[in-house]
């Protein structure tokens, strides 16, 4: 089981700290993803972390800005946002693939979390 918080309201330039913690499972078993989904449109990969935290991924749009971070101990992953924009506003979720992969896959993920909004006003 997987629970995304952190969401909320913040302005264009700011910051938050998404948290996505994990249950149930072998938790350093898995890779972690995080997914967002605007308004009406499709979920998108955003990037992740495969399951020892050595190797991170992110889509062009957020390299630079985002940072995901895991604590095996604390079954959680984390997503720093920065420098945060309109674009960035969307669902996001939290999912984990089973798999101790040497790199982030970014589809056919396992598990998902039930997202957190994130809304970035102008």
């Known amino acids: 089981q997987l629970q995304a918080f952190g969401g909320g309201l913040v302005q264009a330039g700011g910051s938050l700290r998404l948290s996505c913690a994990a249950s149930g499972g072998t938790f350093s078993s898995y890779g972690m993803g995080w997914f967002r989904q605007a308004p009406g449109k499709d979920r998108d990969f955003v990037g992740g972390?495969?399951?020892?935290?050595?190797?991170?991924d992110y889509v062009n749009s957020v390299k630079g800005r985002f940072t995901i971070s895991r604590d095996n101990t604390k079954n959680t992953v984390y997503l720093q946002m920065n420098s945060l924009n309109a674009e960035d506003t969307a669902v996001y979720y939290c999912?984990?693939?089973?798999?101790?992969?040497?790199?982030?896959?970014?589809?056919?993920?396992?598990?998902w979390g039930q997202g957190t909004l994130v809304t970035v006003s102008s």
């Open positions: 999912a984990a693939k089973r798999g101790r992969f040497g790199y982030v896959p970014r589809r056919d993920y396992n598990y």
């Open positions: 972390i495969n399951w020892s935290g050595g190797i991170t």
